[in-house]
């Protein structure tokens, strides 16, 4: 497979989420442990509540573009694997199309929010603005929204090629 094909560039760009995603997770269970630290001796670090939440937000996000590349996402296919093939993928297309559109107005929300919360400030962070959680969202959002494009295509490919290789992942 050639390194510029889209399914190797999906994979690389996977891979440097899920390692951002990892950092992020890492990040949020240090925050609560140093919370839960600086608790037990009573020292008040504000700081680490608001850090979890933030990290623990951008890492949902951003597994959830990771479960959509990997097709590791929750789905019930008991009729649809005995369907014939190129029904199998027309029905995989409706279904790519469905969460499209969910992702669309999630993206546009999540954009009218950045735009509404970008000057105000997080309590405890006071430097970081909110936005930039919004922001944030919009990027994974956005990037989930390339993969089920990938898989839209995919499954227009196996269409009418009549070929059932749409069970392989990024």
């Not at 969910?102 to 970081?128: C, H, K, N, P, Q």
Request: with cysteine; net charge positive; proline share 2%.
């Amino acid at each position: 497979m050639n390194s510029r094909s889209p399914r190797a560039i999906l994979r690389n760009v996977t891979r440097l989420v899920t390692g951002v995603a990892l950092v992020g997770f890492c990040g949020m269970l240090l925050s609560t442990w140093a919370q839960i630290l600086f608790r037990k001796l009573a020292i008040s670090v504000d700081w680490t509540e608001e850090l979890a939440r933030i990290l623990f937000i951008t890492s949902v996000f951003l597994g959830i573009a990771i479960g959509v590349a990997e097709k590791r996402h929750i789905v019930v296919d008991f009729l649809l694997n005995r369907l014939p093939p190129r029904l199998r993928a027309l029905v995989g297309m409706l279904f790519h199309a469905v969460i499209l559109v969910f992702l669309i107005f999630l993206l546009r929300g999540a954009w009218a929010m950045v735009s509404v919360t970008w000057e105000s400030y997080m309590i405890a962070i006071s430097w970081l603005r909110t936005g930039y959680l919004y922001l944030i969202e919009c990027i994974a959002v956005a990037l989930t929204i390339v993969y089920v494009l990938y898989w839209f295509a995919e499954s227009l490919r196996a269409l009418f090629s009549g070929s059932d290789d749409t069970k392989e992942t990024i």
